[in-house]
């Protein structure tokens, strides 16, 4: 089946040390995303790429970086982690970039819930 | 920017009942989206909606999208207790960005 797969499925670091989150998709889409998820609130958007094209948000924390080597996978490195980086991070995928239409929905892998120790 | 309204907050039924939760915005949107999402687990995509005034059905889902273009509700019929989680209600307007709700939490007591 294709879908979006996140490792690990739980992470635990310590404060500071830097940990890559990593994402794959088998859905050939050309729009991946990141977003981190607090307990309770709405998945925020992080930064994504559309192909090779890196779009960052604008109220993104510079310790927050990724990296897409090919279509498949997208990585999110957090270079210096704080406690209040502890969360769900997700990554989703989209066909294109196209503003509306049938088949560019978003699909979300089942995240890595990230512990900040 | 865009904010998208969901209400309600939270909800607690007996299994059995139906269910309706809505969106609303300031802004038009172009797509409506709705996810339920499993705690643990990300958003799975339940219904998708493309056109002002389109309804759409997944089982014992139906959403609709407004005529306005401003809002959406989502219907659960009969519910049964796996449709416990927190569900989403997401819109696109002028990018490729998703607007998210803040979600309705659904509790079922059998």
């Known amino acids: 089946d294709a879908m979006v797969i996140q490792n690990p499925r739980y992470q635990v670091t310590q404060f500071g040390k830097p940990v890559t989150l990593s994402c794959s998709q088998t859905l050939n889409h050309n729009v991946m995303y990141w977003y981190q998820q607090k307990s309770s609130q709405a998945p925020k958007l992080l930064f994504h790429?559309?192909?090779?094209?890196?779009?960052n948000e604008a109220d993104t924390p510079d310790n927050f970086q990724s990296r897409r080597p090919n279509t498949s996978f997208c990585f999110l490195d957090i270079r210096s982690p704080g406690l209040g980086d502890a969360a769900m991070y997700l990554c989703a995928t989209s066909r294109t970039r196209e503003l509306a239409g049938a088949n560019n929905e978003q699909f979300f892998g089942p995240g890595t819930r990230l512990t900040v120790l | 920017g865009q904010q998208l309204n969901q209400s309600p907050q939270s909800m607690f039924i007996q299994e059995g009942e139906d269910v309706s939760m809505n969106c609303t915005s300031s802004s038009i949107f172009n797509t409506w989206l709705w996810y339920k999402q499993d705690p643990g687990e990300g958003p799975v995509l339940l219904i998708a909606?493309?056109?002002?005034?389109e309804l759409t059905s997944n089982g014992r889902l139906t959403a609709q999208f407004g005529i306005t273009r401003k809002d959406s509700f989502l219907n659960i019929s009969a519910s049964i207790p796996s449709d416990v989680g927190i569900y989403f209600c997401a819109g696109q307007g002028g990018s490729e960005k998703l607007v998210f709700g803040k979600g309705t939490k659904l509790t079922v007591n059998p």
């Open positions: 909606l493309y056109k002002a005034g």
């Open positions: 790429y559309y192909d090779k094209d890196f779009n």
